[in-house]
């Protein structure tokens, strides 16, 4: 188990900082997830619920902790190295500065993370949780890119680890706890059906309405605390963002 952990995180921990630099999205989206898809599939195959989701958490924070701070010591490789980061930090600051855009509507933003759901779910069944890691890979890219943006134009005077637990909302915790639940019901689902028929077929229906459930929390959290957010952002990035008082990006 610690040798699976370590093949899983120590990769996600070096290779954002040698990746960025590359300017070379399809690498960055690519390198990090190749380990942790393999112990994850031997956890899958072996029925190993419990293994799987902290193989997948584990790497999820690594991944984040170590992106973040690459990005924020060189945010325009950030921008450059990670498929959608700059159109996403685009999107995000005119949420900030304008209240525009699907971050705080929820007409705009539900269908997307009800569409993003449904694909972890597929995806992981039908590759034993390997194309749904990749997936998360990518969408955990060019977030964890934009908090490093934020970490890196916000207040000088605010401690970076505040800064990038606030860029890194409540909702959007939630979100990945509910992936990762929900890629692992899905692979645990999809292993004996697909790949090893006739095998054990592990039970699965705690962890998708965990899934669930955690998918519900990030909805609720997203619709009742994004305004509030919106005016701490736009507090801690200021002019140094490029926001005017009059609400421009």
């Keep these: 188990m ?4 370590a093949l899983a995180v120590i990769p996600a921990l070096v290779l954002p900082w040698a990746l960025l630099p590359l300017h070379a999205p399809l690498l960055f989206a690519l390198l990090p997830v190749a380990p942790l898809a393999w112990v994850y599939r031997r956890a899958i195959a072996e029925g190993d619920a419990k293994r799987a989701v902290l193989l997948a958490a584990a790497w999820a ?11 924020a010591s060189s945010p325009d490789a950030g921008i450059r190295g990670v498929w959608h980061a700059g159109a996403f930090r685009d999107e995000m600051l005119r ?4 209240g525009a855009g699907s971050e705080g509507n929820i007409r705009l933003f539900l269908p997307r993370v009800l569409v993003e759901y449904a694909l972890v779910l597929v995806l992981s069944a039908a590759s034993a949780g390997a194309a749904a890691l990749f997936l998360g890979g990518l969408l955990l890219g060019y977030m964890n890119v934009y908090v490093g943006w934020v970490v890196a134009n916000s207040d000088p005077a605010t401690i970076p680890v505040t800064t990038a637990l606030l860029a890194w909302p409540p909702w959007s ?9 929900a890629g692992t019901a899905g692979a645990l689902w999809g292993y004996p059906r697909l790949y090893a028929r006739g095998s054990a077929r592990a039970p699965v229906k705690r962890l998708l309405a965990a899934s669930v459930a955690f998918l519900c929390l990030d909805i609720f959290l997203k619709w009742w605390l994004a305004p509030i957010w919106r005016d701490w952002l736009r ?5 140094s963002a490029g926001l005017d008082a009059g609400g421009s990006v």
Excluded at 2 to 5: K, N
């Design 95 to 98: 949420w900030i500065a304008t």
């Design 2 to 5: 610690i040798s699976a952990l």
């Design 235 to 239: 507090a801690l990035l200021g002019a």
């Design 173 to 181: 915790m939630s979100r990945v706890v509910s992936f990762v639940l």
């Design 61 to 71: 924070v690594a991944l984040t902790v170590s992106t973040i701070a690459a990005a």
